[in-house]
Structure formats: C-alpha cells, structure tokens
C-alpha cells in the first residue's frame, strides 16, 4: 500500500499538480523519513524508489529525517545515500539557506546537535521546511512532543513553518 502510495505520488498526483497550476521549473522538498526503519530496507522498497525517482525528472530536495539516519545522533550514515548519485536530487544533511522567488527559505534535516539548532535559528527567513521536534504537536494519536523545540522560536524567526516527523497533520499558528 505504501509503495504504491509512493508511486502515485510521484508519477500522478504531483505531475497533475504542476500541470494543473502550470508551474514552471518546480521543486519538491522531502522533508525526511523518505525511509521508516532506520535498520533494514528491504530490496523491494530500494527498487522501487530508484526505479520512481529515475522516471520523475523533477529537482528533489531530500532533507534527511531522524529514520534516515542509522545513528541517532550522527547524519553521515543514511539511508538517503543510495540516491546520492541521482543529478535531480540533492541530499540536505546540513542546515541550508535559500532565496527562492524573493523569499528567504531555509532546508533543516533532523537536528542531532546544538551546532545544528543554532545555525537553523541564526537568520531570519520567511519559510523554515525541516523535520522537527517542536513541543506541543501530536507525533502520533496519543502522544504529544514534548522534549522538542519550543514553537516560540519558529514563530520569532520564521513566517511560515513546515515540518516533517509527525504522523498526524497538525497546525498551530504559522506550523503547520
């Protein structure tokens, strides 16, 4: 179901979109967990990302998720590496500043380190797009974050906030 999903997303569902609303020379940002288990990617799943990303030219950028990473506390060794190769795709392992139609956009993969934290909120920018732990929001039915980011921060630094890692779509004020 969920490779299938994949799939429809990227053959049918976002082509439409651009179409529809003729965009011109489009990005897609992943923001993180393109895989779930950090431990084991089994064949089927690899092939089938490789084989949907080579017959989607879109420019992609990956930000890499806390279930991309085999450590908890490191990045170099991801998941998101088997693609690294792909001249469409650029794989975001550090936090990345933007200025994309005249507005500032900055790319934060999951954050292991203060170094990390300190560089997101740095500079202001319009849009934030990263894959967050910010208190307050549902992870999954049940469970709210709270040993995450304070939203306060993104609300001071940045317009609009977009985040990856939770399972349930939620929004507060300018987080979505």
Avoid at 162 to 171: D, L, P
Wanted: proline share 3%; glycine share 4%.
């Amino acid at each position: 179901i969920f490779l299938n999903s994949f799939r429809n997303l990227f053959e049918k569902f976002i082509p439409e979109i651009i179409s529809t609303r003729n965009l011109k020379d489009p990005y897609v940002f992943i923001l993180g967990d393109l895989f779930n288990d950090r431990n084991y990617l089994n064949s089927k799943t690899i092939n089938v990302v490789i084989d949907t990303f080579k017959s989607c030219p879109l420019h992609k950028k990956i930000l890499i998720g806390n279930h991309d990473l085999f450590y908890k506390n490191r990045k170099d060794i991801n998941s998101i590496k088997i693609l690294q190769d792909f001249s469409n795709i650029e794989i975001i392992s550090d936090v990345t500043r933007l200025n994309i139609n005249n507005r500032k956009i900055v790319l934060s993969p999951w954050i292991v380190d203060s170094l990390d934290s300190n560089e997101l909120f740095s500079e202001k920018a319009d849009i934030a797009l990263g894959h967050f732990e910010i208190n307050g929001f549902e992870v999954v039915s049940g469970h709210r974050e709270s040993n995450g980011l304070n939203p306060e921060l993104f609300k001071n630094n940045f317009k609009m906030t977009f985040s990856g890692h939770f399972h349930i779509r939620s929004e507060i004020d300018s987080i979505t």
